[in-house]
């Protein structure tokens, strides 16, 4: 079974930074995006930003000019580089990846178990 592992999350303060990582497992023929989401109490789950194997990129509006997304494909890795984190980025931040586990396979979603990430004012 494919499982995602997030690290590198944990308490900032306001304007500091985080960089979190996401490695995939398991049975892999290919992945086809990897992305972030994250979901603050009493809102919906969101996406923050993904990037696609030939590296396209794509971010929330909210995010955008202070996250980074990056991967490695041989690694099977998605970075998240946080920069002038707000208050308001507070949230449990999930990794999530579209793979194909065979070559004749449906593409599943996968999604990681989650990691807090909290900004203090």
């Known amino acids: 079974q494919v499982q995602l592992v997030e690290s590198g999350g944990g308490l900032v303060q306001s304007e500091g930074s985080l960089r979190l990582s996401c490695a995939a497992s398991g049975s892999i023929f290919s992945i086809i995006t990897m992305g972030w989401y994250r979901q603050a109490p009493g809102k919906q789950r969101e996406l923050v930003a993904s990037?696609?194997?030939?590296?396209?990129?794509n971010y929330a509006d909210f995010v955008r000019g202070r996250f980074t997304i990056s991967r490695d494909n041989a690694k099977n890795t998605v970075y998240l580089q946080m920069n002038s984190l707000k208050p308001e980025d507070t949230a449990v931040y999930y990794c999530n990846a579209l793979i194909q586990r065979g070559s004749d396979a449906f593409a599943g979603r996968y999604w990681g178990q989650g990691i807090q990430v909290t900004v203090s004012s």
């Open positions: 990037i696609a194997r030939g590296g396209s990129t």
